[in-house]
Every structure is written in C-alpha cells, then in structure tokens.
C-alpha cells in the first residue's frame, strides 16, 4: 500500500525557519517525481516545488525561490522540504505528493499525505 | 504563473450531470494536454480523479470526465451522488517547468 506520511510541522516565527519531512512507503520512491503542495486555511490549492527521481531537476513557484529547498533521499525514500525566512503568508498545510500534479502518464499526482500544517506567527 | 479560473460553486440534483470549467491561457491549459483534476473533501488530502485531460486513473467511477477546447478544461460529473459533494481543483503544466492550479469549485448535491 502507498503510503506518504508527513511531519516537521508547528508555529515558527517570521523570519523563522523549518525542515519538513515526507516519508514514502509501499513503492519504488526513486522511480518517481515528487512534489510538494500546500493549501492556506479555507483557501485553494498551491504547488510549491517538485523535485526530479535523482534530484537533477528542481522547480519551485515564484513566491518561495530562494527561501524554500526542495531535496530528497532515495536511499531513505524520504521527500524534504527545508524553509527559510518564513513569512505569514506560508501559513498551510503542507501536502506530500507522488509524481507532478499535472503531467503524462500513470504515478502523476495519484498519492497524497493527510498533510502538516505550518503556522508563521509572532 | 496566475492560477486558473474556475467557478466558485456549482450545482446539480442527485441523477443530474454537472460541469465544471477551468480556464487558463496558451502558456499552460491551451498548450499542453496535462491538465489534471483533483476532488478534495474537508479535511481531507486531495484525489486525482482525471490527468492528461481525460484520463481516469483506475478506481475513479466513469462518471467523472474530462475534456478540453482550447484554453479551458472542463470536468463533467454525470449521475451524480451525495459524495461526489466536495471541492474540485483543476491543474495543468504551464511554461517553463511550471504547474498551477484552479481557483477551485465547490460542488453542492442539492
């Protein structure tokens, strides 16, 4: 069974940082893309970053470059995501998922954890 | 990298079909056939229920589809039920190796 369970989640400061964490089970973790997404409370959907299967190709939307670090362990089938100079409006939760969210084939975007939530406030 | 546009609520009775549209423009929905839609209830991580455009991943009931016609997408739910009630996202690829969601609908089974 696929499993992605995230964690490293909690209230942070601004300016503050966090490393959040994604821990994959139940497939071949280094066949896959992976991507972070994140959904403000009563908000919509946001893509943040995906990273390629060996880590060669990153991408990140506009408003986290340069603070947010996409990275992975194939070896430990763990997805990261280290975040720097946290501001309010990173304030989500954080969802792990398999594959990009839109893309060709099979193992696109199919699996997803519960999520963490991150709070930047003073 | 502006999220596409979808109505923000939609609604049909129990038997009825529904469509949802998500507009974009040439640089991600009109420009490539991987548009994707997402089905999320509250509280809970969202579901693919179709990719490249009109693909369903294997347990998504065929009442789900997807089509597309130059810069919108559309994802149709016919026969609908109480649990298809929920919250739906489109995504697609957009330029440049980025990916955008919708604006998100609301979807009420009257």
């Known amino acids: 069974e696929v499993q992605l369970v995230e964690s490293g989640g909690g209230l942070v400061q601004p300016g503050g940082s966090l490393r959040l964490s994604c821990a994959a089970s139940g497939f071949t973790f280094n066949n896959y893309w992976m991507s972070w997404v994140r959904q403000a409370p009563g908000k919509g959907l946001e893509w943040v970053a995906t990273?390629?299967?060996?880590?060669?190709?990153?991408y990140y939307v506009d408003s986290v470059k340069g603070r947010f670090t996409i990275s992975r362990d194939n070896a430990g089938n763990s997805l990261f995501l280290q975040m720097n100079s946290l501001r309010a409006e990173d304030t989500a939760v954080y969802y792990c998922?398999?594959?990009?969210?839109?893309?060709?084939?099979?193992?696109?975007?199919?699996?997803w954890g519960q999520g963490t939530l991150v709070t930047v406030s003073s | 990298q502006s999220a596409l546009t979808q109505p923000p609520s939609a609604s049909g009775s129990p038997g009825q079909s529904v469509t949802i549209s998500c507009t974009g423009t040439?640089?991600?929905?009109?420009?490539?056939?991987?548009v994707s839609w997402y089905q999320q209830h509250p509280g809970k991580a969202p579901k693919l229920m179709i990719y490249?455009?009109?693909k369903r991943p294997s347990g998504v009931p065929d009442r789900f589809s997807g089509s597309k016609s130059g810069n919108t997408a559309s994802l149709t739910v016919s026969g609908l039920q109480a649990e298809d009630e929920a919250d739906y996202y489109c995504?697609?690829?957009?330029?440049?190796?980025?990916?955008?969601f919708g604006t998100g609908t609301r979807v009420t089974v009257l």
């Open positions: 998922a398999r594959g990009r969210i839109a893309a060709a084939g099979r193992g696109e975007g199919d699996y």
């Open positions: 995504s697609s690829y957009a330029i440049s190796n980025n990916y955008v």
């Open positions: 040439s640089s991600d929905v009109g420009g490539y056939n991987y």
């Open positions: 490249e455009v009109n």
């Open positions: 990273i390629k299967q060996d880590g060669s190709e990153k």
